[in-house]
Nanobody
Framework: QVQLVESGGGLVQAGDSLRLSCAAS????????MGWFRQAPGKEREFVAG????????YYADSVKGRFTISRDNAENMMYLQMNSLKPEDTAVYYC?????????????????????WGQGTQVTVSS
């Protein structure tokens, strides 16, 4: 089993930056595709960013492209989301997720139903 724990959320002002971290434990996730999702109040959970298990491929939702950067450190069993130029519409609970079923090293998974493991989420609130 894999446990994922997010950290780094908080309350910031529009234009500020935050860096979210996702720590994996239980087993190595170096061969797992991973991703970030978010859920705002009253809305469905949505894909934010994904990264292949090699780290060689990334993919972003249009709403965050150019502002957010996903990365991972397989040696440390960690994944990150650098969020710059934050907007009030980025306010949500952010979740990290891991998918162990991807063989190709450059495949990015964007469908939440393909992810087997989820963290508990970290709140990000952006004030205007």
């Amino acid at each position: 089993q894999v446990q994922l724990v997010e950290s780094g959320g908080g309350l910031v002002q529009a234009g500020d930056s935050l860096r979210l971290s996702c720590a994996a434990s239980g087993r190595t996730v170096s061969s797992y595709a991973m991703g970030w999702f978010r859920q705002a109040p009253g809305k469905e959970r949505e894909f934010v960013a994904g990264i292949s298990w090699s780290g060689g491929s990334t993919y972003y939702a249009d709403s965050v492209k150019g502002r957010f950067t996903i990365s991972r450190d397989n040696a440390e069993n960690m994944m990150y989301l650098q969020m710059n130029s934050l907007k009030p519409e980025d306010t949500a609970v952010y979740y990290c997720a891991a998918d162990p079923d991807v063989v190709h090293p450059r495949v990015v998974v964007t469908n939440e139903y393909d992810y087997n493991y989820w963290g508990q989420g970290t709140q990000v609130t952006v004030s205007s």
